[in-house]
């Protein structure tokens, strides 16, 4: 059976920008963005070819987005108002020699090749235009969001879904591991020091991490008291990992998404303009 996953949605928060190693506030000061934004696409190849304007709806630089299959994408700055948009950039050429009335005069022919005079090249002109391939409403309260893609072959006109997590680092903060279940069951779970605990159908949970009395994180998922899962994981002080556990024929497939907080510098991060100064459910569903 195939399993899909769906997360959800809602509006767009404000996020700090998130330091290179070895920089200081005080070397680089970044106006604050509406949002920090990454992803990937679930299911499928990866995305290319999708963008968005950094001040929303057309406006701003157009910065083309790459959401890859199998781990996080980079991240990236967005600036402008709800909801973010993301659009499917495509060229044509510009038509320069447009319907000519009847009795026209044709046009002349090739030089012949003994013609000394060469023909000019004719310059291409292309056109772009950005056609709405997925929009996302997030949170307004969210500083950083991680983005799930799926494609959405019910309307062809919105050709992907999108489901958001909550990836602020004040939610979701770094030690931490966010476990979200796919199975229609409960599953038990041992996690580190955490000798029992318990995920309800399609539940979630977000744990600390901390090593047992050997040292180690092990990690141990049961299905009606048959164990489908077990592995030692390793551990990051400054990371933090969404674990999404997937049914599969002989127990579940685990899924982990790493990241490190506050090291990598998203794009399309700027300076402050002159004339500028300087507990809900964390998924929601996508409206459109």
């Known amino acids: 059976m195939a399993w899909v996953l769906f997360l959800t949605l809602s509006g767009v928060g404000f996020a700090q920008a998130p330091l290179v190693p070895g920089e200081s506030e005080e070397e680089e000061e970044m106006e604050e963005p509406t949002l920090i934004f990454s992803g990937m696409n679930w299911k499928g190849a990866s995305i290319g070819g999708l963008g968005y304007f950094t001040e929303g709806k057309n406006e701003g630089d157009f910065t083309p987005v790459f959401f890859p299959n199998g781990g996080r994408s980079r991240k990236y700055a967005y600036y402008g108002e709800l909801p973010v948009i993301f659009y499917k950039q495509v060229e044509v050429e510009e038509d320069e020699d447009p319907a000519k009335p009847p009795g026209a005069p044709k046009p002349p022919g090739p030089p012949k090749p003994d013609d000394p005079k060469k023909p000019e090249k004719k310059k291409e002109k292309k056109i772009e235009?950005?056609?709405?391939?997925?929009t996302s409403r997030i949170d307004r309260s969210w500083k950083e969001v991680f983005l799930l893609f799926q494609e959405n072959p019910a309307d062809p006109k919105r050709p992907y879904r999108v489901s958001h997590i909550n990836f602020s680092v004040d939610f979701f903060p770094?030690?931490?591991?966010?476990?979200?279940?796919?199975?229609?069951e409960t599953l038990a779970m041992q996690?580190?020091?955490l000798k029992k605990a318990s995920l309800?159908?399609?539940?979630?949970a977000m744990l600390l991490a901390k090593l047992d009395e050997y040292g180690d994180l092990p990690i141990r998922i049961f299905h009606k008291n048959r164990k489908?899962?077990?592995?030692?994981?390793?551990?990051i002080p400054r990371t933090r990992t969404l674990v999404f556990l997937i049914p599969a024929p002989n127990g579940v497939s685990v899924r982990r998404i790493v990241d490190v907080v506050q090291e990598e510098k998203?794009?399309?991060l700027r300076p402050p303009k002159e004339d500028k100064g300087k507990g809900e459910d964390p998924l929601r569903e996508d409206g459109n």
């Open 200 to 204: 309800p159908p399609r539940g979630q």
């Open 129 to 134: 235009y950005h056609f709405v391939a997925a």
């Open 228 to 235: 489908v899962y077990s592995t030692i994981w390793n551990i």
């Open 174 to 184: 770094a030690g931490h591991f966010w476990f979200f279940s796919q199975s229609q």
């Open 191 to 193: 996690f580190g020091a």
């Open 266 to 268: 998203a794009l399309g």
